[in-house]
């Protein structure tokens, strides 16, 4: 099967701009998880999404948005860029609740300037 | 603030020594996970170990869970060059989301 694929990989923008990232998650798969990676944060929980509803969400701003489609592509959005969101974001599938283990994408490395 | 807190934060060892990796979390458990994540890329599953038990084993990675500590290590023997990476334990509990801790950073030396 085909592992979990991040779109676009690599994305520069500048303050104040909006920027949408891309996750298909394995097949078969109906959980999407997306997460937040920095140097001095570390990995940050954003959200997930099973069977296009959003079942848990983290400690983040309303800027930071997601949503699921019903052949469980995921995307997020991101508003009104900070620089501070400058940062490794990151998305992975699971079977579902019963099954725990997260199978990661590469990851979208997002540059705000 | 994180559930799991990996300790050391950096270890620098010589190729073919053990490693050992130490998490500890603060709330009761379903499970407890480690990652490894090489440099800027995506997290890979190692090993998944359950409330209920005490040691697991996949290939050269020993896993140990000691719920009424709230800790787990993992400890790779015969470490390889391509053992060099970020190790991270996670922690989930019930239908709540996975929460990792800040990361073990080893490398290993030729």
């Known amino acids: 099967k085909a592992g979990v694929t991040q779109t676009p990989r690599y994305l520069i923008k500048t303050r104040g701009q909006q920027v949408t990232l891309s996750c298909s998650p394995i097949?078969?798969?109906?959980?999407v998880s997306w997460y937040q990676q920095t140097p001095g944060q570390g990995l940050q929980f954003l959200f997930e999404y099973f069977s296009e509803t959003q079942r848990n969400k983290g400690n983040f701003p309303g800027r930071f948005s997601g949503r699921q489609f019903s052949n469980s592509r995921s995307e997020m959005n991101v508003s009104t860029l900070e620089l501070g969101d400058s940062a490794l974001y990151l998305c992975?599938?699971?079977?579902?609740?019963?099954?725990?283990?997260?199978?990661f994408g590469p990851g979208t490395r997002l540059t705000v300037t | 603030s994180q559930q799991g807190e990996e300790d050391p934060q950096a270890l620098s060892i010589q190729e073919g020594e053990n490693a050992t990796m130490n998490c500890s979390y603060k709330?009761?458990?379903?499970?407890l996970q480690w990652y490894r994540q090489n440099s800027g890329r995506g997290l890979v599953h190692l090993i998944l170990?359950?409330?209920?038990?005490r040691e697991k084993h996949s290939g050269r990675l020993r896993v140990t869970l000691d719920t009424s500590k709230k800790s787990s290590s993992l400890l790779i023997t015969a470490s390889r060059a391509a053992d060099t990476a970020s190790y991270f334990c996670?922690?989930?509990?019930?239908?709540?989301?996975?929460?990792f801790g800040q990361g073990t950073r080893l490398t290993i030396n030729p």
């Open positions: 992975a599938s699971s079977l579902g609740q019963a099954a725990y283990e997260q199978y």
């Open positions: 709330t009761s458990i379903n499970n």
């Open positions: 097949s078969g798969h109906r959980s």
């Open positions: 170990i359950r409330s209920n038990e």
């Open positions: 996670a922690t989930k509990q019930g239908a709540q989301k996975l929460v």
